[in-house]
C-alpha cells in the first residue's frame, strides 16, 4: 500500500535560497521512492518567474503542491513580528487543512510545527541559543530529529535531547545533473566567460548569510596574478550593488541569480571551486551542510575549502584543498597549489566524485521512509 507522506514547509516557494531546491528534490526523492507526496507551504506573495515551482526547478510534477491561504506579514520587520505571525498563521491553517486526512508520514522543517502537531520528523538546520526550556518541548513533540552533522547531534545531547531520537542526515545533490558531459571550454562560450583566465568561482548567495563568507573574495583578488578570474555567481541584485560600492578589484566578477538548471553549467566552466565559510559562527562552523559543497563534488572540479568542522564531517586531504577560515593569503595558496599541480587536480576531482557517490537524494529520502517504515 502506498505511504502517504506531508511535508510542511514554512518558505517562499519558488525561492532563489537553497532550502527551496533542498525541499523540492526531497519531495521528489520520496515520491520516486513510492509514497504518495502532498508539500504544503504558504501562499506568499512571489515575483520569480516562472512561479510554477516545478516549472522553475526543473521537476516532474509527481507530488502535489498545496498552498495554504492566509496572512502575509513576513516583510514587517520590527523584531520579526511579521514573520512569526505569519508562520503562527501558516501552520494553525496547515492543521485545519490536515484535520480529517490521512497520511502516514509528517516531515517538517519549522520548529512551531511542535505548537500544532505531534509524531513528526523535524529537519533541522539551525539549533537556538534562546528559549531552551521552550524549544524542548517543541523537539519532545518529534518522533526522530534530523540534523545535517555530528556536531549538531551533539549540541542537541547537549541540551537534552536523547541521541537515539537524533538522526545525522547530510545533505545531497543530484549527480546526473551536476556531471554534464561538456568541456570546460565549451561551458565557458556558451556563458561568455574568458578561456584564457584561470576561473576561480563562488555559487550561492553574497550577503543574506555572512557566515558564508563571501567578504573574503575582494581581498584575495588583490593577492592574485592578473590571469586569474573571481566568478561570483548568484547575487541578488541589492547583493550585486552592495559588493560594486567597495571598488572591486577588476579580477573579479559579479553573476546575478541563475536559475538553478544553468549552475551545473557554470561549475564546469571553472578551475576551481571555492567553499570559504567563516569561523566563529556555529552555523558556519558546527551546522551546516552546504548544498554548493555536494554539487561542488558531483562537478568533478577541484574544491578548495575553509578548513572548519562542519565542511571536515565530508570532506578530507583525499578530496579538496584546505585553507584557514578567514584568512584571504592561505586561500590564495591554496587556490594556487591546485592551479599548478593538475595531477593533484585531477586526483581531488576523482575522490570527491566518488565519495559524492553515497551522498543522493535518493539514499537520503531511502533512509528517512526506512525509519518510518520500521516503527
Known amino acids: 500500500m502506498q505511504r502517504k507522506l506531508v511535508y510542511i514547509a514554512n518558505i517562499r516557494l519558488p525561492t532563489e535560497k537553497a532550502h527551496g531546491i533542498q525541499i523540492m528534490k526531497m519531495c521528489e526523492a520520496f515520491a520516486a521512492a513510492g509514497c504518495q507526496v502532498e508539500l504544503l507551504v504558504p501562499n506568499r506573495y512571489n515575483d520569480l518567474s516562472p512561479k510554477d515551482p516545478f516549472e522553475f526547478y526543473r521537476i516532474p510534477k509527481i507530488f502535489k503542491i498545496t498552498k495554504i491561504a492566509g496572512v502575509d506579514w513576513v516583510d514587517f520587520r520590527p523584531l520579526g513580528i511579521g514573520f512569526l505571525i505569519s508562520t503562527i498563521n501558516f501552520l494553525f491553517f496547515s492543521k485545519i487543512y490536515l484535520l480529517f486526512k490521512h497520511y502516514d508520514i509528517l516531515h517538517v522543517r519549522e520548529q512551531l510545527v511542535g505548537l500544532f502537531f505531534g509524531d513528526f520528523l523535524l529537519e533541522l538546520h539551525t539549533i537556538p541559543n534562546r528559549f531552551i526550556f521552550f524549544y524542548r518541548y517543541l523537539w519532545s513533540r518529534a518522533r526522530k530529529i534530523l540534523v545535517l552533522t555530528e556536531l549538531a547531534k551533539k549540541k542537541l545531547i547537549a541540551l537534552g535531547v536523547s541521541g537515539d531520537k537524533v538522526m545525522v542526515l547530510p545533505d545531497a545533490v543530484d549527480i546526473s545533473e551536476f556531471n554534464v558531459a561538456i568541456p570546460k ?64 578589484p577588476r579580477n573579479v566578477l559579479l553573476v546575478p541569480y541563475q536559475k538553478y538548471f544553468l549552475i551545473p553549467l557554470y561549475l564546469k566552466a571553472a578551475d576551481v571551486l571555492v567553499l570559504p565559510n567563516k569561523k566563529g559562527d556555529a552555523a558556519s562552523e558546527s551546522y551546516t551542510s552546504p548544498l554548493k559543497l555536494f554539487e561542488y ?20 586531504d583525499k578530496e579538496a584543498v584546505f585553507f584557514e577560515a578567514g584568512n584571504s593569503k592561505d586561500l590564495v595558496r591554496a587556490i594556487q597549489k591546485i592551479v599548478k599541480n593538475q595531477e593533484l587536480s585531477e586526483q581531488l576531482t576523482s575522490n570527491a566524485y566518488k565519495k559524492v557517490q553515497e551522498y543522493t537524494w535518493d539514499k537520503r529520502a531511502g533512509k528517512i521512509i526506512n525509519y518510518a517504515s520500521s516503527r
Not at 563534488?297 to 578530507?316: F, G, N, W
Open 297 to 316: 563534488m558531483a562537478s568533478c572540479r577541484p574544491i578548495v575549502s575553509s578548513d572548519l568542522p562542519s565542511l571536515r564531517e565530508v570532506l578530507s
Open 185 to 248: 571550454e565549451a561551458a565557458r562560450n556558451k556563458l561568455n566567460l574568458p578561456i584564457d583566465k584561470k576561473i576561480i568561482m563562488y555559487t550561492g548567495s553574497f550577503l543574506f548569510y555572512d557566515w558564508k563568507g563571501i567578504s573574503l573574495f575582494p581581498e584575495a583578488a588583490k593577492l592574485l596574478p592578473e590571469d586569474y578570474l573571481l566568478v561570483l555567481v548568484g547575487g541578488h541584485p541589492w547583493e550585486i550593488s552592495q559588493f560594486q560600492s567597495t571598488q572591486l
